[in-house]
């Protein structure tokens, strides 16, 4: 069976310091993978998706950008945190050929900067 | 994107059916209804999808509109877990369509 993980699940984090957040899925192939982010008190803001290695679209412009150095792994990053980057970060995942379309969600990781 | 109109907030008695609704207004022929739903704290789960007609499974049901401007996702008898965000989310089927994005969605409360 196809399983997600995301680590770290918490990070505190100081205004201007890097960020690095990762996402493995197992037990599929060429998966489309996807960040998101859910601001407290509000729905799920798409940041990144990405159909294969090296293929990645961003969503949003930010100080945020992201990574697929294998198949089955995303990494999440920044060089600079701003407050405005504290929220609860999905990392989920879709098969690539035609299906529903349906999204399997990680863990999340709950960043708070300071 | 076609865009979904949700209720911010409802409220369900336990064992109590909950009915759900979503207004698609702009609904496209190729959209997929999706229903995804959030309980604190996690990431969001699958619960139930369709295209025109209404749809069963173990978790829920989704009744569609005939003019597929508005869907109902019915949750037969309501218990305190059910107690999370539903979000409402169409998906078109052509290619290139693989992002969902997702509203502020329903918070429902489940009362004992």
């Known amino acids: 069976s196809q399983t997600i993980h995301q680590w770290p699940a918490t990070l505190v984090q100081p205004v201007g310091s890097p960020l690095s957040l990762e996402c493995t899925v197992e037990?599929?192939?060429?998966?489309?993978l996807y960040w998101y982010r859910q601001a407290a008190g509000r729905g799920l803001q798409l940041l990144f998706y990405?159909?294969?290695?090296?293929?990645i679209s961003s969503e949003v412009p930010q100080n945020l950008s992201a990574s697929r150095p294998q198949d089955r792994q995303f990494i999440l990053s920044s060089k600079k945190l701003l407050l405005s980057d504290s929220g609860f970060y999905l990392c989920?995942?879709?098969?690539?050929?035609?299906?529903?379309?349906?999204?399997?969600f990680g863990e999340g990781s709950r960043l708070t900067v300071l | 994107d076609a865009k979904t109109t949700q209720p911010n907030s409802m409220e369900s008695n336990e064992e109590e059916p909950v009915h759900l609704p979503c207004n698609h207004s702009?609904?496209?022929?190729?959209?997929?209804i999706h229903w995804y739903r959030q309980l604190p704290s996690q990431g969001p789960e699958y619960v139930i999808h369709?295209?025109?007609s209404n749809v069963n499974n173990r978790m829920a049901s989704l009744a569609i509109a005939e003019d597929r401007k508005s869907s109902t996702l019915i949750l037969h008898r309501a218990t305190l877990r059910d107690a999370a965000v539903y979000y409402c989310?169409?998906?078109?089927?052509?290619?290139?369509?693989?992002?969902?994005?997702f509203g502020k969605g329903t918070k429902l409360s489940v009362i004992p």
């Open positions: 989920a995942w879709s098969v690539t050929q035609q299906g529903t379309g349906e999204l399997f």
């Open positions: 037990g599929t192939s060429n998966p489309n």
């Open positions: 990405s159909i294969g290695i090296d293929q």
């Open positions: 702009t609904i496209s022929g190729t959209d997929y």
């Open positions: 369709g295209l025109t």
């Open positions: 989310i169409l998906r078109p089927v052509w290619a290139g369509s693989y992002q969902l994005t």
